[in-house]
Nanobody, 119 residues
């Protein structure tokens, strides 16, 4: 499985971006997909996830209300809508597919897309 992340860029604080994670085959309706991010010098952190059914969605608490994860199964694509961006959102964003059952097991990763938010 190959995941292609895109949509990053350089924006100003308060702007919005929508990231996309396109899979090369229908996988999102079977497995959960998550977004992570990693800023320079920091650990990778969880951003959001959406279950295979699409009914279970989770967010990092601090991002609730600004970020929205969704998917289009027909396009094999998961999205991350990011609104009111802040400089601290600057990071490389990755999508990943979780094939785990009892515990997360992220085996498929996108290549990352850079988001830079200027103040």
């Amino acid at each position: 499985v190959q995941l292609q992340a895109s949509g990053g860029g350089l924006v100003q604080a308060g702007d919005s971006l929508r990231l996309s994670c396109a899979a090369d085959r229908p996988i999102y309706n079977r497995y959960a997909t998550a977004w992570f991010r990693q800023a320079p010098g920091k650990e990778r952190e969880f951003v959001a996830s959406i279950s295979g059914s699409g009914y279970s969605i989770s967010y990092q608490d601090s991002l609730k209300g600004r970020f929205t994860v969704s998917r289009d199964s027909a396009k094999n694509t998961v999205y991350l809508q990011m609104n009111n961006l802040k400089p601290e959102d600057t990071a490389t964003y990755y999508c990943a597919v979780d094939i785990g059952t009892s515990q997360p097991q992220y085996v498929y990763w996108g290549q990352g897309t850079q988001v830079t938010v200027s103040s």
